[in-house]
């Protein structure tokens, strides 16, 4: 019931942008997107509860289609601060909750 | 506020001892949670609990222990560790389901 992430793991330059894919096999009800740096815990970024949302701060913002079971978080501009592992989640029917696989994003000068 | 309180912050268990990790949030949350992220594995749902008195499995619940007697904590009990337990284990919280969620800063813990 995991979702999968793509890419696994991408190197930017400052400056430059990012796409992170989530998608689910299963039906997504919701999409919640976090961030981890190293050694750290995971903090949030955002929840998209319907279809079709769209949300955003700063400069990072997500999209999710429910129909395709899929969203997508939009990094732009990226600092050296955005570093870190990108993981999306989503509860199922039963309350549980199931992290994405990952996706390691460097920023380098 | 404090958030979300986990003790200890490093632990090393011999195999067969048992533990447990506390974990505390002063929010007023109603759901709470514990995962273990192992290197190449993300972090997996090991039992959570979606108010006092109700606890339910996650996806790794073998081997572990919960219990839910107030709002506020939600320890996690290893009932006789092995070393496929060596694992980082976060607690987190959030006033519902598809809400925030919290975490607390992680329990390193080593099964020799």
């Known amino acids: 019931q995991q979702p999968v992430q793509s890419p696994q793991a991408v190197i930017l330059r400052e400056g430059e942008d990012a796409v992170i894919n989530c998608s689910s096999s299963?039906?997504?009800?919701?999409v919640h997107w976090y961030r981890q740096k190293h050694g750290e815990a995971p903090v949030f970024l955002m929840i998209?509860?319907?279809?079709?949302e769209q949300k955003g701060h700063d400069k990072i913002s997500a999209s999710f289609n429910e129909k395709k079971q899929q969203s997508s978080l939009y990094l732009t501009a990226s600092q050296l601060s955005y570093s870190g592992t990108y993981f999306c989640?989503?509860?199922?029917?039963?309350?549980?909750?199931?992290f994405g696989t990952g996706t390691s994003l460097t920023v380098i000068p | 506020n404090a958030g979300v309180t986990q003790t200890p912050k490093f632990q090393v268990l011999k195999t067969g001892q048992s533990m447990t990790l506390q974990c505390a949030q002063d929010?007023?949350?109603?759901?709470m949670s514990w995962y273990r992220q192992d290197p190449g594995m993300g972090l997996r749902l090991i039992h959570y609990?979606?108010?006092?008195?109700?606890?339910d499995q996650g996806e790794v619940p073998n081997g572990y222990n919960v219990s839910r007697s107030t709002t506020e904590d939600f320890p996690l009990r290893l009932l006789s560790a092995a070393p496929s337990q060596t694992s980082v284990y976060f607690c987190?919280?959030?006033?519902?389901?598809?809400?925030?969620?919290?975490f607390g800063q992680g329990t390193r813990l080593t099964v020799v």
């Open positions: 609990s979606v108010g006092a008195g109700i606890t």
């Open positions: 989640g989503t509860y199922n029917a039963g309350n549980q909750f199931y």
């Open positions: 929010m007023n949350h109603e759901y």
């Open positions: 987190a919280s959030s006033y519902l389901t598809n809400t925030e969620a919290f």
């Open positions: 998209l509860l319907k279809g079709g």
């Open positions: 299963k039906a997504l009800y919701s």
